[in-house]
């Protein structure tokens, strides 16, 4: 069983930086591919990022690319998700989500194991 602990979310003035962590245990973490999810009010869960377990592949939405990074610290058993320049309809709640596939997956059905979600707060 994998166990993924979201930290890092808070409230922040549009412009500003947010850095996300997601700590795992319980497994081999270099065996798995991490993604970002968000789920705002109302709306679906969306993938955000993900970073394949082959330490070289990433993925991004259209609406996040250049402005977030996702990263991955083997070592640590850690993903991260770098946000800049955030902006109000970033607001979401954040998950992590940990998928042992070949390919990157964007559907969150296809992920294993989730968190519980961290809130992120982006205000005008």
């Known amino acids: 069983q994998v166990q993924l602990v979201e930290s890092g979310g808070g409230s922040v003035q549009a412009g500003g930086s947010l850095r996300l962590s997601c700590a795992a245990s319980g497994t081999t973490f270099s065996s798995y591919t991490m993604a970002w999810f968000r789920q705002a009010p109302g709306k679906e869960r969306e993938l955000v990022a993900s970073s394949h377990w082959n330490g070289v592949t990433t993925y991004y939405a259209d609406s996040v690319k250049g402005r977030f990074t996702i990263s991955r610290d083997n070592a640590k058993n850690t993903v991260y998700l770098q946000m800049n320049s955030l902006r109000p309809e970033d607001t979401a709640v954040y998950y992590c989500?940990?998928?042992?596939?070949?390919?990157?997956?964007?559907?969150?059905?296809?992920?294993?194991?989730w968190g519980q979600g961290t809130q992120v707060t982006v205000s005008s």
């Open positions: 989500a940990a998928d042992r596939a070949i390919i990157i997956h964007t559907t969150a059905g296809r992920y294993d194991f």
